[in-house]
């Protein structure tokens, strides 16, 4: 079962090019290093507002990113700019 997951990113206000060079560096692991995973993409609306789209080929390569290496390791990274935890939503893909 594919998983989709979709969190809202609340970032500091004026922090949002810290935040885009931070996730840059944690995508580009994530595509190095993960072949579960099918999409890491971060993306901002009109107003300033980020979303993080995922894509996982199932529970066991959702599991592996967030027990990775390079995933514990970036979260000093986002340290300051950051003005709460995410809103992350899981979803099983039916098409």
Do not use: C, W
């Amino acid at each position: 079962m594919t998983i989709a997951v979709i969190a809202t990113l609340k970032v500091a206000a004026g922090k949002g090019p810290d935040l885009e060079k931070a996730m840059g560096n944690l995508i580009a692991q994530v595509r190095a290093n993960e072949p579960g995973n099918q999409l890491y993409t971060l993306v901002k609306d009109k107003e300033g507002n980020y979303l993080m789209l995922e894509l996982y080929a199932d529970q066991a390569a959702l599991d592996a990113h967030g027990a990775s290496a390079h995933f514990k390791a970036a979260g000093p990274s986002f340290a300051g700019i950051m003005a709460g935890a995410p809103d992350v939503k899981v979803y099983e893909v039916i098409a």
